[in-house]
């Protein structure tokens, strides 16, 4: 769920309720590209809408501009049209980034350097050193893969080390007040997060601090939802969690 789709859905003007609706269930499914591909079916499981009112819906909101059909289909069959949410605005755009970019000079990239005027591994106009990217990529594809640890083992090495799990300047502290979640919501979300991925739970990152960063980012937990005004709050299933971990 895109969190800047959410609060942007509450704050149109649609006309009629019914389309207010489904424009909620296509943010509350949308991505970090604004885009979201709920079934119809999905949508009246949302919104308690038949069939006919929710594309109705949709048309309207095409008409209107908040939406297009960006020709994509997706689904188990295939045949489930992909929309794309007009206007969002991307608050974080200050967020750190994998991948800079810059029209003049010359900025160190994590997957290689990207420039329009200056030098580089790739560039517009400029030097480059295909062979070389090529190569430091594939170095650090390796690598990365011998670096990723299920979290238990990630959580370990740290501790041993004496270090933080999420250090004290870690900028997803920062980045939380921006969005608006408290701190607590945040401390809740880490122990969703932490419980989650030490229960039976195998999966391996490199770097679960931007992992959590993600997570928090994105709302994966769904513990919390932002009203009218843009201010954050516990939902049923949030409420749920900090009842759990109160008498954990």
């Known amino acids: 769920m895109s969190l800047d789709a959410s609060i942007w859905a509450w704050k149109q003007n649609v006309g009629k309720s019914s389309s207010k609706l489904v424009l909620l269930a296509l943010a509350d499914r949308s991505g970090a590209d604004n885009t979201a591909w709920p079934s119809i079916e999905s949508i009246s499981r949302d919104t308690e809408l038949d069939r006919k009112t929710i594309i109705n819906c949709i048309s309207h909101l095409e008409s209107i501009g908040l939406i297009f059909d960006t020709g994509e289909r997706k689904g188990v069959t295939g045949k ?18 994998f991948r800079n970019s810059t029209k003049s ?13 200056g030098t580089g591994n790739s560039t517009e106009n400029g030097t480059q050193n295909l062979s070389l990217n090529q190569s430091v990529t594939n170095n650090k594809k390796s690598r990365s893969k011998s670096d990723e640890k299920t979290f238990s083992e990630w959580a370990k090495e740290k501790l041993d080390a004496g270090e933080k799990l999420i250090p004290d300047e870690h900028y997803i502290f920062d980045t939380a007040r921006k969005m608006g979640i408290p701190d607590n919501f945040l401390f809740l979300a880490w122990r969703v997060f932490k419980e989650y991925y030490t229960t ?14 993600t997570y928090v980012k994105n709302n994966y937990a769904k513990i919390w939802e932002f009203n009218r005004d843009g201010e954050c709050y516990l939902n049923a299933k949030g409420k ?6 109160e008498f954990a």
């Open 240 to 245: 749920q969690y900090q009842n759990l971990m």
């Open 80 to 97: 489930v049209v992909v929309y794309k949410l007009i206007g969002i605005e991307n608050r974080y755009n200050d967020m750190p980034k």
């Open 105 to 117: 000079g010359t900025v160190p990239v994590l997957d290689g350097n990207s420039t329009e005027n």
């Open 200 to 213: 039976d739970n195998l999966k391996k990152y490199s770097d679960w601090r931007k992992h959590f960063a």
